[in-house]
């Protein structure tokens, strides 16, 4: 496996177990994802927990050490449609301008922002990299490329942090 595929494997791996942990870890985190994405809508709120299993299968195709060949790609194209559908909804939410906080992992610091959006562009970006290289020929330090796609995979999670952090910081000098 390619050292852009291992990399993508780890970081869209960990972003959607995190994220699917996070939506269950106790019942307000899936309530609060769930009001920030359907409200009271009912078939919206099925289909919230049909995208919580759909997170935990990607981690597994894709994290999984060994499996059939069709494993990690079926992953990486789950996760892409995935990331198609959750942007989707991010984009309405932020045209409704739903001020709940995004709930994508649990907690939030703010509703859906452009942010978000670019946030689920990158990680596709990634998923289509992945796909594109998904039956090459091994090159390259796999361990560095797991660290790297580990690496990334923290920045997407705590990425309102991050943002909070940097932005807050910046306006203290503006």
Request: glycine letters at 12%; hydrophobic letters at 55%; proline letters at 5%.
């Given at each position: 496996?390619?050292?852009?595929?291992?990399?993508?494997?780890?970081?869209?791996?960990?972003?959607?177990?995190?994220?699917?942990v996070q939506?269950?870890?106790?019942?307000?985190?899936?309530?609060?994802?769930?009001?920030?994405?359907?409200?009271?809508?009912?078939?919206?709120?099925?289909?919230?927990?049909?995208?919580?299993?759909?997170?935990?299968?990607?981690?597994?195709?894709?994290?999984?050490?060994?499996?059939?060949?069709?494993?990690?790609?079926?992953?990486?194209?789950?996760?892409?449609?995935?990331?198609?559908?959750?942007?989707?909804?991010?984009?309405?939410?932020?045209?409704?301008?739903?001020?709940?906080?995004?709930?994508?992992?649990?907690?939030?610091?703010?509703?859906?922002?452009?942010?978000?959006?670019?946030?689920?562009?990158?990680?596709?970006?990634?998923?289509?990299?992945?796909?594109?290289?998904?039956?090459?020929?091994?090159?390259?330090?796999?361990?560095?490329?797991?660290?790297?796609?580990?690496?990334?995979?923290?920045?997407?999670?705590?990425?309102?942090?991050?943002?909070?952090?940097?932005?807050t910081h910046?306006?203290?000098?503006?």
């Amino acid at each position: 496996m390619s050292f852009v595929v291992v990399a993508a494997r780890v970081l869209l791996g960990v972003v959607f177990a995190v994220s699917a942990v996070q939506k269950c870890r106790d019942g307000r985190d899936f309530r609060r994802f769930v009001t920030a994405v359907a409200g009271r809508d009912l078939p919206v709120r099925a289909a919230l927990a049909g995208t919580v299993a759909a997170e935990f299968a990607t981690a597994a195709l894709l994290l999984a050490p060994a499996g059939p060949g069709w494993r990690v790609p079926a992953g990486f194209v789950l996760s892409l449609g995935l990331l198609i559908v959750l942007t989707g909804v991010l984009l309405v939410a932020m045209r409704q301008a739903v001020q709940e906080p995004c709930g994508c992992f649990g907690t939030g610091s703010g509703p859906a922002g452009p942010a978000h959006v670019a946030r689920n562009a990158v990680l596709a970006a990634a998923a289509v990299a992945g796909l594109a290289g998904a039956h090459a020929a091994p090159t390259g330090d796999l361990l560095v490329a797991a660290t790297l796609g580990a690496a990334a995979a923290v920045v997407v999670i705590r990425l309102d942090d991050l943002k909070s952090l940097f932005f807050t910081h910046l306006r203290g000098y503006g």
